[in-house]
């Protein structure tokens, strides 16, 4: 069966430094790969999308790889700032019958310490 | 304005009881979406809706059911309700016809009791 794993359900890291978190997925070839951030009581916010033929995709201090052959995509937040402690989502999407629904894995809750 | 919004915030009802949550979205989307998150917080399709088609996740008993009065809206219905239905539902929405970002609501805590 198709299964994401994120690679650990909590980080922690120093302000300012870079946190990397790790979408890996098996039994699956997404097209595309998304990205959303979780704050307590809210709904996800969309943050990148990055697509199969894509290697790299970057915003502001956010950057997202996916390899499809490792079957991962990394995400990393540069310079860090505990405004960005929130819990991380990767989603993959698969198309079927005109629809694009998204699977997502359970997250990383990312904590950046002052 | 509030892109995507549900009501209630919170619902508290009985086993046995039939329940409503409503979804709105002004983003002009034509595909809405209904999600679950339970307590380990892990978030899973339940449906997905534009004006063409309902696609069901298989494993979404039938005592769910989505009703959309028109674009803006897609309400989930739920009947017989029991505790393993406690949990978070979200809507979202997006545009239709490509992988593209979604929008979700706030969330609807909903507890069984």
């Known amino acids: 069966s198709q299964k ?11 302000e300012g430094k870079t946190a990397t978190l790790t979408c890996n997925y098996t039994n699956y070839s997404p097209a595309y790969l998304q990205w959303y951030r979780q704050d307590p009581g809210r709904g996800p916010v969309f943050l990148l999308l990055i697509r199969e033929n894509e290697k790299e995709k970057r915003k502001e201090r956010l ?19 505990p405004a960005d402690s929130a819990t991380y989502l990767c989603a993959l999407t698969r198309s079927g019958a005109g629809s ?10 990312l904590s950046v310490i002052p | 304005d509030t892109a995507v919004s549900q009501t ?11 329940k409503s949550i409503k979804c709105e979205q002004n983003l002009g989307h034509d595909t809405m979406y209904w999600y679950k998150q339970d307590s380990k917080k892990f978030l899973k399709i339940m ?3 534009n004006n063409k088609e309902l696609i069901i996740n298989e494993t ?12 803006a809206h897609l309400n989930l219905h739920i009947n017989s309700l029991e505790l393993g239905d406690s949990a978070v539902y979200f809507c979202a929405s997006s545009q239709a016809g490509g992988p593209y970002e979604q929008y979700f609501g706030p969330g609807t805590r ?3 009791t």
């Open chain 2, 8 to 18: 209630p915030k919170y619902l508290v009802t009985q086993m046995g009881n039939d």
């Open chain 1, 63 to 81: 950057k997202v790889t996916f390899d499809t052959t490792l079957k991962q995509s990394l995400f990393h937040i540069t310079a860090s700032q």
């Open chain 2, 60 to 71: 979404v008993p039938n005592r769910f059911s989505p009703k959309s009065p028109d674009k």
């Open chain 1, 4 to 14: 994401i794993e994120q690679n650990s359900e909590a980080l922690n890291i120093q």
């Open chain 2, 47 to 49: 449906f997905s809706y």
């Open chain 1, 100 to 109: 694009y629904q998204l699977t997502f894995g359970k997250g990383t809750k």
């Open chain 2, 110 to 112: 909903l507890t069984v």
